[in-house]
């Protein structure tokens, strides 16, 4: 049973920075693509960052480029988003995602991404 369980949501200032991780429970982890995703209420669930499967190439969204940087560590199979420079538009339910294929073949696309976790809670107050 495959589980992605994301942690380090909370409640922070505009301009704090703020780290989350997801622990995958998920068989042969270096084979995935993993990224991250966000949605805030009422909106769509929007693309943050993905990276392949021996974490040398990433992507971003246009909306975090610059301030958010996402890392894997296969051995541990983990993903972290390390989240810099806070504003209160990056409030949101953030989820990790792992799909199987390229990192351009996924890219932003959610309905192609084959494990979901729960989500983690980020809230930044202006």
């Known amino acids: 049973q495959v589980q992605l369980v994301e942690s380090g949501g909370g409640l922070v200032q505009a301009g704090d920075s703020l780290n989350l991780s997801c622990a995958a429970a998920?068989?042969?982890?270096?084979?995935?693509?993993m990224a991250w995703f966000r949605q805030a209420p009422g909106e769509e669930r929007e693309f943050v960052a993905a990276?392949?499967?021996?974490?040398?190439?990433?992507l971003y969204g246009d909306s975090v480029k610059g301030r958010f940087v996402i890392s894997r560590n296969n051995a541990e199979a983990s993903v972290s988003l390390e989240m810099n420079s806070l504003t209160s538009e990056d409030t949101g339910i953030y989820y990790c995602?792992?799909?199987?294929?390229?990192?351009?073949?996924?890219?932003?696309?959610?309905?192609?991404?084959?494990?979901w976790g729960r989500g983690t809670q980020v809230t930044v107050s202006s």
């Open positions: 990276i392949n499967k021996n974490g040398r190439s990433t």
């Open positions: 995602a792992a799909g199987y294929g390229t990192i351009e073949q996924l890219a932003h696309h959610t309905e192609i991404y084959d494990y």
């Open positions: 998920i068989h042969n982890f270096s084979s995935y693509v």
